[in-house]
Nanobody, 117 residues
Framework: QVQLVESGGGLAQAGGSLRLSCAAS????????TGWFRQAPGKGREFVAV???????YYADSVKGRFTISRDNAKNTVYLQMNSLKPEDTAVYYC???????????WGQGTQVTVSS
């Protein structure tokens, strides 16, 4: 059974930084694609960043240059380093992974990020 647990969310001021973590059990992250998504109040869930099995990374235009996704294979953890935070980054952030590249059928419970202006 695959379980994902996010942590590291909280309150930050605009221009500040937070680092989110996603720890997995029942899944070796290095063998699968893992992504971060977010959902702001009243909006749909949107893609933020992804790290592929081979280590390639891709980002939404809205976070490119500010957020960095990375993976620690020894800790079986995926991170999202968020710098230069903006109020519009306020959302619940989820990590997700799937059995097939491009699919996400396992999701964490989410962690709240709130950025004040």
């Amino acid at each position: 059974q695959v379980q994902l647990v996010e942590s590291g969310g909280g309150l930050a001021q605009a221009g500040g930084s937070l680092r989110l973590s996603c720890a997995a059990s029942g899944r070796t992250f290095s063998s699968y694609t893992t992504g971060w998504f977010r959902q702001a109040p009243g909006k749909g869930r949107e893609f933020v960043a992804v790290i592929e099995r081979g280590g390639s990374t891709y980002y939404a235009d809205s976070v490119k240059g500010r957020f960095t996704i990375s993976r620690d294979n020894a800790k079986n953890t995926v991170y999202l380093q968020m710098n230069s935070l903006k109020p519009e980054d306020t959302a619940v952030y989820y990590c997700a992974t799937g059995d097939v590249a491009g699919s996400y059928n396992y999701w964490g419970q989410g962690t709240q990020v709130t950025v004040s202006s």
